[in-house]
């Protein structure tokens, strides 16, 4: 370490997370590996948290995005809100009193976002300054990735974890003009907060070549634009008997239409066996365990439409002009509907959805601006300019 470094410690714990650091990791090394000399060396460490674990959800994101081990792995699993939010606290103290780094960042809005943020706001480093760079701080600064999403549902628990790591950052780093205004209209200092673009599209043309050879339609037997990409986890469609049912009814209706490629979440995986729901045997709903990151954007690129609850499918297929159903009633990502191709449905409206866009026209929208592979770069511009 030269005193012309900063450390920076990047937070991931969840599926959704590990895309959006893989083009920050990249950026980093980048410029790294050609420092400029007005500019500092960023020296990183990657903490897992380990909220997700199954190689399906975890590992397998690494190896496909290539991404390096994490330095560090929390492991704390899965538990109640609480529990988990917990554990990681008291695990990530441990982490930030023993290096000490300048920054902390974190990405997204999932428990490991909001626990990382809240330690790193109160710790107190011994000695009260960093040793080890010319920045001298109590407590390490903390960066958010994808910060002023809302969807003014406090019911979601990702919109807490949105509203406490906002209040608690110290650089807000934005996708979307929506964005500056929620964090303005929370009292958010507009010095704090920058407009930088999706990290999500970052990595999705970083790895649009190879998503586009994997081919996955047609390994599933499913033709090109004839069938239709579903993904739900959401506890608000999966952890009610009732709501997973009626949803289970209407894939089963679609699959009668057009196969139906379902890639099954763990938590919805684990509802289905605890409420006992019965999956039709039509050949056509493809239900099986989650895909990997090039499969999934391939489904969305050559899907019909994608019927899905998850906040990254609602930007990835506006950027490939894909229908999207975003089976919520609401949304933090606006302007996928304002200038994308997405549309909220609920469980009692989703069929009449669902027949619209099989049968009539739907927006195709465009690509909203600064979604456009460079938001890493501009982040990292920030880190130095602030330094
Ligand atoms: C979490 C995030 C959510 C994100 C989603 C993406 C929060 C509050 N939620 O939801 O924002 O959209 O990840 O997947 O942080 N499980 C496994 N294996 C795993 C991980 C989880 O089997 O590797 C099962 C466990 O039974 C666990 C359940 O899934 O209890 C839910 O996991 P959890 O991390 O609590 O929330 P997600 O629903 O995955």
Same mark, same amino acid.
């Given at each position: %370490?030269?005193?012309? &470094? %900063?450390?920076?410690i990047l937070v991931a714990g969840a599926r959704p997370n590990f895309m959006k650091i893989a083009?920050l990791?990249?950026?980093?090394?980048?410029?790294?590996?050609?420092?400029?000399?007005?500019? %500092?060396?960023?020296?990183?460490i990657l903490v897992h948290t380990g909220q997700h674990y199954d190689?399906?959800m975890s590992e397998?994101f690494f190896?496909?995005?290539?991404i390096? &081990?994490p330095d560090i792995n929390l492991e704390v699993g899965s538990a109640s809100h609480t529990a988990q939010t917990a554990e990681i606290m008291k695990r990530f103290e441990k982490i930030l009193?023993?290096?000490?780094p300048? @920054?902390v960042m974190v990405v997204g809005d999932v428990n490991s976002t909001l626990a990382c943020t809240l330690v790193a706001s109160?710790?107190?480093?011994?000695?009260?300054?960093? #040793?080890? &760079?010319?920045?001298?701080?109590?407590?390490p600064?903390i960066a958010h990735v994808e910060a002023?999403?809302?969807?003014?549902?406090?019911?979601m628990p990702e919109e807490i974890n949105r509203l406490v790591t906002d /209040?608690l950052a110290?650089?807000?780093?934005?996708?979307?003009?929506?964005?500056?205004?929620?964090? #303005?209209?929370?009292?958010?200092?507009?010095?704090?907060?920058?407009? @930088?673009?999706?990290i999500?599209?970052?990595?999705?043309?970083?790895?649009?070549?190879?998503?586009?050879?994997?081919?996955?339609?047609? #390994?599933?037997? @499913?033709?090109?634009?004839?069938?239709?990409?579903?993904?739900?986890h959401?506890?608000?469609?999966?952890?009610?008997?009732?709501?997973?049912?009626?949803?289970?009814?209407?894939?089963?209706?679609?699959?009668?239409?057009?196969?139906?490629?379902?890639?099954?979440?763990?938590r919805?995986?684990?509802?289905?066996?605890?409420?006992?729901?019965?999956?039709?045997?039509?050949?056509?709903?493809?239900? %099986?365990?989650?895909? $990997?990151?090039?499969?999934?954007?391939?489904?969305?690129?050559? /899907?019909?439409?994608?019927?899905?609850?998850?906040g990254g499918?609602?930007?990835?297929?506006?950027?490939?002009?894909?229908?999207?159903?975003?089976?919520?009633?609401?949304?933090?990502?606006?302007?996928?509907?304002?200038?994308?191709?997405?549309?909220?449905?609920?469980?009692?409206?989703?069929?009449?959805?669902?027949?619209?866009?099989?049968?009539?026209?739907?927006? #195709?929208?465009?690509?909203?601006?600064?979604?456009? $592979?460079?938001? /890493?770069?501009?982040?990292?511009?920030?880190?130095?300019?602030?330094?």
């Open positions: %370490m030269t005193a012309n &470094s %900063m450390k920076l083009p990791i990249r950026a980093i090394e980048k410029h790294n590996a050609s420092p400029k000399t007005s500019q %500092m060396n960023i020296d990183y190689i399906e397998a190896r496909d995005l290539e390096p &081990s009193l023993q290096e000490k300048d @920054v109160k710790i107190e480093y011994p000695g009260a300054r960093s #040793k080890t &760079s010319n920045l001298h701080r109590r407590r600064l002023g999403l809302r969807s003014f549902d406090r019911s /209040a110290d650089l807000l780093f934005t996708p979307s003009p929506d964005g500056n205004e929620n964090l #303005k209209k929370e009292g958010i200092a507009e010095s704090k907060i920058k407009l @930088v673009g999706n999500m599209i970052d990595t999705l043309l970083g790895n649009l070549q190879k998503a586009r050879t994997r081919q996955t339609h047609k #390994k599933l037997d @499913v033709n090109e634009k004839e069938f239709a990409y579903v993904t739900l959401r506890p608000s469609n999966v952890d009610d008997k009732s709501t997973l049912s009626t949803i289970m009814e209407h894939l089963d209706r679609l699959a009668c239409e057009i196969p139906v490629v379902f890639p099954v979440h763990p919805t995986k684990k509802m289905l066996a605890n409420y006992a729901i019965a999956c039709s045997n039509n050949n056509n709903l493809k239900l %099986m365990d989650p895909i $990997g990151y090039h499969d999934s954007i391939c489904l969305v690129e050559h /899907a019909r439409f994608v019927l899905t609850d998850s499918l609602q930007e990835e297929t506006t950027f490939f002009r894909t229908p999207c159903l975003t089976l919520r009633p609401n949304t933090e990502r606006p302007i996928t509907i304002t200038e994308g191709s997405n549309m909220l449905t609920n469980p009692g409206s989703l069929w009449s959805d669902i027949e619209q866009l099989l049968n009539g026209p739907y927006q #195709k929208g465009k690509i909203p601006g600064l979604w456009d $592979g460079k938001t /890493a770069e501009r982040i990292l511009q920030h880190l130095y300019a602030m330094t």
